[in-house]
T-cell receptor, first 115, second 110 residues
Framework: DGGITQSPKYLFRKEGQNVTLSCEQN?????MYWYRQDPGQGLRLIYY???????QKGDIAEGYSVSREKKESFPLTVTSAQKNPTAFYLC??????????????FGDGTRLSIL | EDQVTQSPEALRLQEGESSSLNCSYT??????LFWYRQDPGKGPEFLFT???AGEEKEKERLKATLTKKESFLHITAPKPEDSATYLC???????????FGKGTMLLVSP
């Protein structure tokens, strides 16, 4: 079945460590997005990419980095500069090829915690 | 600045007790308004897209409506399996990103 796969489901980070969250989609979607969700908060946009080898900062990009080397993959690195990384991270993708704006579809998230 | 406010924050209903969730928005030109359902520990699941005032969409016990300032998600005769957090998001004209509200947590008791 087509969909968005995020891994791992749970991740623990030590102080000063960078960690990378994986997001893979087989929907042939052009656009991909990373969000952070904190308890009682809405989803906040970290980075997004509308085409391979190009990406833009969202509202809370500081302490995060991304790459988009392949259409199917959009990994997110949480760097040691992100001082409060504990959150639920969601990846989404969207089909841009049709004329009507299509909805974003989400993976099932990665929960990141500090050791 | 684009803003989305959802109310109430939490809602508890008895099975069969109909109600509505509200999503008020401020945006400089609306491209689309999206409703999602999110179960605990899962990613949001897409429900509806609304594009213009007066538009309505239905799916099973859910009906979404849109005005120029707000959207309502009406739940008719809810069942316990409708328990979830419902998220509203807006896409401003000229942008490909969404601004999300904080959600309404719905609990339907048998």
């Amino acid at each position: 079945d087509g969909g968005i796969t995020q891994s791992p489901k749970y991740l623990f980070r030590k102080e000063g460590q960078n960690v990378t969250l994986s997001c893979e989609q087989n929907l042939n979607h052009d656009a991909m997005y990373w969000y952070r969700q904190d308890p009682g908060q809405g989803l906040r946009l970290i980075y997004y990419s509308q085409i391979v080898n190009d990406f833009q900062k969202g509202d809370i990009a500081e302490g995060y980095s991304v790459s988009r080397e392949k259409k199917e993959s959009f990994p997110l690195t949480v760097t040691s500069a992100q001082k409060n990384p504990t959150a639920f991270y969601l990846c989404a993708s969207r089909n841009k090829q049709t004329g009507v704006d299509q909805p974003q579809h989400f993976g099932d998230g990665t929960r990141l915690s500090i050791l | 600045e684009d803003q989305v406010t959802q109310s109430p924050e939490a809602l508890r209903l008895q099975e069969g007790e109909s109600s509505s969730l509200n999503c008020s928005y401020t945006v400089s030109g609306l491209r689309g308004l999206f409703w999602y359902r999110q179960d605990p520990g899962k990613g949001p699941e897409f429900l509806f897209t609304l594009y213009s005032a007066g538009e309505e969409k239905e799916k099973e016990r859910l009906k979404a409506t849109l005005t120029k300032k707000e959207s309502f998600l009406h739940i008719t005769a809810p069942k316990p399996e409708d328990s979830a957090t419902y998220l509203c998001a807006v896409q401003p004209a000229g942008y490909s990103t969404l601004t999300f509200g904080k959600g309404t947590m719905l609990l339907v008791s048998p």
